[in-house]
């Protein structure tokens, strides 16, 4: 059974820092690309960072320069992170596949809230 479980989330203040992880089970990443993904209240799922097998890296614009994701292939272990965070970045963040997800493969994924 493949399983990706995500964590890392909490709540900061804005410009604070968290690190996200996503563990794989069932399922060796090093082949895959991956990516996190993030969904806020009432807005769609958005891919917000990548990373290719050769841990080509690839940002959105609202995150670069402030989000790093990275990988770990004997840890089966891809994570995100965040720094100088805004509130903007409250949402729930997921990881999964990319840049096209594998449906039956989401996680619960993690909260992440930014607020003063």
């Known amino acids: 059974q493949v399983q990706l479980v995500e964590s890392g989330g909490g709540l900061v203040q804005p410009g604070e820092s968290l690190r996200l992880s996503c563990v794989a089970s069932g399922l060796e990443l090093r082949s895959l690309a991956m990516g996190w993904y993030r969904q806020a209240p009432g807005q769609e799922r958005d891919l917000v960072a990548s990373?290719?097998?050769?841990?080509?890296?690839k940002y959105s614009d609202s995150v670069k320069g402030r989000f790093t994701i990275s990988r770990d292939n004997a840890k089966n272990t891809v994570w995100l992170q965040m720094n100088n965070l805004k509130p903007d970045d409250t949402a729930l963040y997921y990881c999964?596949?990319?840049?096209?997800?594998?449906?039956?493969?989401w996680g619960q994924g993690t909260q992440v809230t930014v607020s003063s």
């Open positions: 999964n596949t990319a840049p096209r997800p594998v449906v039956n493969m």
């Open positions: 990373i290719s097998s050769d841990a080509t890296t």
